[in-house]
């Protein structure tokens, strides 16, 4: 144990926060090489491993990549891209908002991709941004992938309003959220402030609501055309066990409809 306090003191004293973090992400994928195997296939990294790993604030059997810590949600999203759409294969502006480390990586290292990732908090993104003032053109996006933001943005119409401003005519967005669909109505309550309430009644200690039932009509009051995509039922049992889809189900894929203004009007 002295040695590895040692060893987390000599890292504190002469590495930065910013490189300390990426040296856990690159710990993470050096150790999640013990779990190597042939069961499941994260779409995210492509590593084959014997199994995911639980992960969750109310833990969830095979969450999370050992390697690249990608989640469900993650794994759904990058199987769509790729068997349905032209994300691979033409060039395209693309934002990411709350992006994974390596999936980051993999996506700058993509030569049809013009891509900019950020987030409020996370000093690993590219740049930092406010999902309610985003740092790009309007009308400058083709692909717009937000997963797990919106639950934390105070006024996250405004939010969804910008990436409605952002999108290019004819774009999409994937806006994923957590969505509870026993809710027929989404539950806010500004007054649960602290992170311990907050984790109490939403789930999540900056969160600050749960979307229900009416998710998909929140974000078309911000003029966004939006599909809710069972793209798991695509998959045959084998495949959802493989990739590690049982506890996601949709894609929100929102579109800004060709030929409408900045108010999403025709
Ligand atoms: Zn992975």
């Known amino acids: 144990m002295a040695v590895i306090e040692t060893l987390k003191h000599f890292l504190k ?5 910013l490189n300390r973090i990426k040296l856990r992400t690159h710990y993470r994928w050096w150790s999640g090489l013990w779990y190597v ?3 499941c296939e994260c779409p995210c990294c492509g590593i084959r491993v014997r199994r995911f790993l639980p992960a969750g604030v109310v833990s969830r059997k095979g969450a999370q990549c050992p390697c690249c810590g990608a989640f469900e949600r993650h794994r759904l999203m990058m199987l769509y891209l790729r068997d349905r ?20 990586k993999k996506f700058q290292s ?5 891509y900019l990732s950020g987030d409020l908090f996370d000093p690993l993104a590219m740049v930092r941004l406010d999902v309610t003032s985003l740092p790009v053109k309007t009308a ?6 937000c997963y797990s933001v919106f ?3 105070p006024d996250d119409i405004g939010g969804m309003k910008e990436i409605f401003r952002a999108l290019k005519p004819g774009g999409s967005a994937i806006i994923h959220v957590y969505v509870d669909w026993s809710r027929d109505e989404t539950f806010e309550d500004a007054a649960v402030t602290s992170p311990e309430d907050r984790e109490k009644t939403f789930g999540g200690r900056f969160n600050c609501r749960v979307y229900g039932a009416d998710y998909p009509r929140r974000l078309e009051a911000a003029g966004l055309r939006v599909q809710c995509i069972d793209f798991v039922s695509v998959f045959s049992a084998g495949e959802i066990a493989r990739y590690g889809l049982t506890n ?7 579109s800004k409809p060709e030929g409408q203004n900045l108010r999403g009007e025709a």
């Open 13 to 17: 004293l002469y590495i930065s926060p």
């Open 37 to 39: 195997g042939n069961k």
């Open 85 to 104: 759409t032209d994300f691979f294969t033409q060039t395209h502006q693309v934002l990411e908002i709350s992006p994974r480390y390596l999936v980051q």
């Open 110 to 114: 993509m030569k049809n991709l013009t």
């Open 140 to 145: 400058s996006c083709d692909y717009i992938l």
């Open 151 to 153: 639950e934390t943005v």
């Open 248 to 254: 996601v189900r949709y894609i929100f894929l929102c």
